[in-house]
């Protein structure tokens, strides 16, 4: 099934309610919470404790609710465990490098979505080349998982 296309996103610090009613307000298509680069490591552990509610909050405004994870394994597995829920449409994953990173966080969502009640594959996969170093594996990361969408939007 084809949806419109996703063409603009906005990335929203995951500690910030204020940004956070600003960007239900505007005319985007995705509204991303940040749990990477813009939440500070001290205030982390508080946007997790308010994530859940940022995402259903987005999602009942029509828009498509995603969270960027932190690139670590062990705190991306932290991420995922608060951010997969109902109404989260997409993770974006940071500072991808192997096909396996993807696997295995696809491994854990899968989990996490059967555990929500959730169907599978409602959370859809933004990857994020970051370094060089992806730059000959590009294909093999690409096709790593079923359910890695493009920006286009065709299939997520």
């Known amino acids: 099934m084809k ?6 996103f906005l990335f929203v610090p995951a500690d910030n309610e204020r940004l956070l009613q600003s960007a239900i307000a505007k005319p985007c298509d995705v509204v991303i919470l940040d749990l990477e680069d813009g939440t ?4 982390k552990t508080l946007a997790r404790s308010t994530l859940r509610e ?21 705190t991306a597995v932290t991420d995922l465990r608060v951010a997969v829920c109902e109404g989260l449409g997409l993770v974006l994953l940071p500072k991808v490098e192997h096909a396996r990173d993807v696997q295995l966080l696809s491994g854990l969502v899968a989990a996490l979505e059967t555990a929500a009640g959730m169907a599978a594959g409602q959370v859809r996969f933004m990857l994020q080349i970051e370094s060089v170093a992806a730059l000959p594996r590009l294909y093999e990361i690409a096709a790593a998982d079923a359910f890695t969408t493009t920006a286009g939007g065709d299939d997520a």
């Not at 500070?40 to 205030?43: D, L, Y």
């Not at 940022?54 to 062990?74: C, E, F, S």
């Open 40 to 43: 500070h490591p001290s205030r």
């Open 54 to 74: 940022g995402i259903q909050r987005i999602a009942a405004a029509g828009k498509k609710a995603a969270v960027r994870i932190n690139g670590d394994l062990d």
């Open 3 to 8: 949806t419109r296309p996703l063409r603009s």
